[in-house]
Structures are given as structure tokens and as C-alpha cells.
């Protein structure tokens, strides 16, 4: 199957790129990507999302096919069938690759999230017997587990690893997805900081399933140094508990929503 020429792609692209004054750094603001994308494109690493291409040859002011080409194509010389197809075949190879890298992108969150399921496993099994995970305010180390194994099965095998256009377009603080609802005050979520975004929320609930219980293992046994078995008690593991799962979730949203976005 024909392949797209990633080296003439990026030399043509840095041509482009300078004859309309433009950094990498503008280009990728106005793509919504990071200019290490435009990087990588530039020195013929890898090549653009195929939803990229028409608003990339629009701010260049050259066609898509051109863009493909990695040539100026001149309106005496058109370019033969024989010419276009092959570059008709390269963008569907295209579409192929970037659902191949994202299917093993899944596949890699996917082992990793089994592995926190298996750890959760060995930790409830090793702790079976210890009275605090049975008591009345059992609630505390298991409300941050269930819900990281709720949220964690959507976020690793059915988010979306890439948002609709038109977030692209409007400054939107939310992301709907099917039962799945993320709304951040002040966070506009585009494909650009969504990725990362998705990434540290799929690292949050691993590591939450992972570890979790020994943490608040670890954290009972400090307060009991100071504190009775009692309401005094139960109260510090709710404020504890509420600071390290919202902590751990959302100040990572806003920090990374707002570096990306």
C-alpha cells in the first residue's frame, strides 16, 4: 500500500511554514497541537491526524493534495490519475495507522489498569481479616477503590481518545461522553490538552486501585497515634479521603487543561 513520504512532507511544510512568517510554536496554537507535533511532522517522524490536513492547507494556502505531495502543483501541470490515486490510498493508509496507534495505545492503559486490579485483588485478600474494613466506616477505604474501578473501566476501553471537532472551534468546559460527565470551571477542553487530560485520569484511577488500601492502611495507623478509635477518628479519614481523591483528580485536570488548552 503507498505511503505517504514523511521527509518531503515535512520539507515542504517548513518551506510553507516560513514563506507565511510562522513559527512552529503559531502553527500548532492554530492546529490546537503541540509544537513538538509540528516537529516531528517537520523532520519526517511521523505525520499529522488526517483531520488536520484541510484547516493545515488552508493556513498555508495550498490544497491538500499539494500537502500530500510535497510539491507546489502548477494549473498547466495537473497532476495524472495515476498520480492522485496513490495519494488517495495514503490518506486512507492514514486513517488506518492513527486507529492502529490508538487501539495500541488502549491496549497499553488496559494491561496496566488489569495489573491495579490484580494489586486490589492481593491487598484485599492480605488485609481480609483486619476489623477496620468491616466496621461501621468501612465507606472510607472503599468509596476511592469503587470509584476508580467505575470510572477506570470507561476511561481505559470506552472514552474517546480524541474529542469532536467543533471543541476545536469553541472554548467548551465540558466533555460528555455516553453516562461518562466532566464539566471544569475554567478548563477548555480541546484535542489538544484532552489527551493528557484522559492520561491523568487513567493514571488516578490505577493508582487509586493500586494503592488506596495501603495508603489508608498507613494513614489510620498514624491517627490512631494521636486520635480515639471513635468519631474523632472516622472524621479525619472522611477529610483525608475526600482531600487526597479530589486532590489527586481534579487539581491535575486544571493544571494540565490549562497548560495545554
Not at 476545536?168 to 465540558?174: A, G, I, R, S, V
Request: hydrophobic fraction near 50%; charged fraction near 20%.
Amino acid at each position: 500500500m503507498y505511503q505517504i513520504d514523511k521527509e518531503k512532507f515535512g520539507t515542504f511544510l517548513v518551506q510553507l511554514r516560513k514563506e507565511k512568517s510562522m513559527t512552529q510554536k503559531e502553527l500548532a496554537e492554530q492546529l490546537y497541537v503541540s509544537d513538538k507535533a509540528v516537529s516531528k511532522w517537520e523532520r519526517g517522524l511521523s505525520l499529522p491526524d488526517i483531520s488536520l490536513l484541510q484547516p493545515m492547507a488552508e493556513m498555508l494556502g495550498v490544497s491538500v493534495t499539494e500537502l500530500l505531495s510535497g510539491r507546489t502543483i502548477r494549473e498547466d501541470q495537473p497532476l495524472t490519475v495515476e498520480e492522485v490515486e496513490p495519494l488517495v490510498t495514503g490518506v486512507l493508509t492514514l486513517n488506518t495507522e492513527e486507529a492502529a496507534q490508538q487501539r495500541e495505545h488502549r491496549r497499553r492503559w488496559g494491561k496496566r489498569f488489569l495489573a491495579s486490579i490484580l494489586a486490589f485483588a492481593v491487598e484485599v485478600w492480605l488485609l481480609r481479616r483486619s476489623e477496620w474494613m468491616w466496621n461501621d466506616w468501612a465507606v472510607f477505604p472503599w468509596l476511592p477503590t469503587l470509584m476508580a474501578l467505575g470510572f477506570g473501566v470507561h476511561l481505559v476501553f470506552f472514552s474517546k481518545e480524541k474529542l469532536p471537532a467543533f471543541y476545536d472551534q469553541y472554548k467548551l468546559n465540558f466533555v460528555s461522553d455516553g453516562a461518562f460527565r466532566l464539566n471544569m470551571t475554567g478548563v477548555y477542553f480541546n484535542n489538544r490538552n484532552w489527551p493528557h487530560i484522559l492520561n491523568a485520569m487513567r493514571t488516578w484511577a490505577c493508582a487509586t486501585l493500586a494503592g488506596w488500601l495501603p495508603l489508608f492502611w498507613l494513614i489510620r495507623r498514624a491517627a490512631l497515634l494521636v486520635l480515639t478509635e471513635g468519631q474523632a477518628l472516622s472524621m479525619a479519614m472522611l477529610v483525608l479521603t475526600l482531600l487526597i481523591l479530589f486532590d489527586g483528580l481534579f487539581i491535575p485536570i486544571v493544571v494540565i487543561g490549562k497548560k495545554y488548552g
